[in-house]
């Protein structure tokens, strides 16, 4: 069982930046792809970005490449979200995930774990 807790979110005008973070419990954090996704008001829950165990393998959807990275501290059992150039288009609930498979998290195919959440707003 893993559990999983994010932090970091909050409101930012446009153009700013947040980092959010997601902390897992258990031991074996390393062996999990991560990811994160996020859920605006009235609609569907998309996929944000991905990481692999190691690190080395990273995905983005093309609507915040360039503007957020994806980074894991496996020693910490915590990865984060860095989010630069916000847009009002970016607010949304934002959840992290993790799944032994990394294809489940790079397509958002019912990864095993999920957080609760986090707000970020971004205002005009």
């Known amino acids: 069982q893993v559990q999983l807790v994010e932090s970091g979110g909050g409101l930012v005008q446009a153009g700013g930046s947040l980092r959010l973070s997601c902390t897992a419990s258990?031991?074996?954090?390393?062996?999990?792809?991560m990811g994160w996704f996020r859920q605006a008001p009235g609609k569907e829950r998309e996929f944000v970005a991905a990481i692999g165990w190691s690190g080395s393998i990273t995905d983005y959807a093309d609507s915040v490449k360039g503007r957020f990275t994806i980074s894991r501290e496996n020693a910490k059992n915590t990865v984060y979200l860095q989010m630069n150039s916000l847009k009002p288009e970016d607010t949304a609930v934002y959840y992290c995930a993790a799944d032994l498979r990394y294809r489940a998290i790079a397509t958002m195919n019912s990864p095993t774990y999920w957080g609760q959440g986090t707000q970020v707003t971004a205002s005009s």
């Open positions: 258990g031991r074996t954090f390393s062996s999990y792809a």
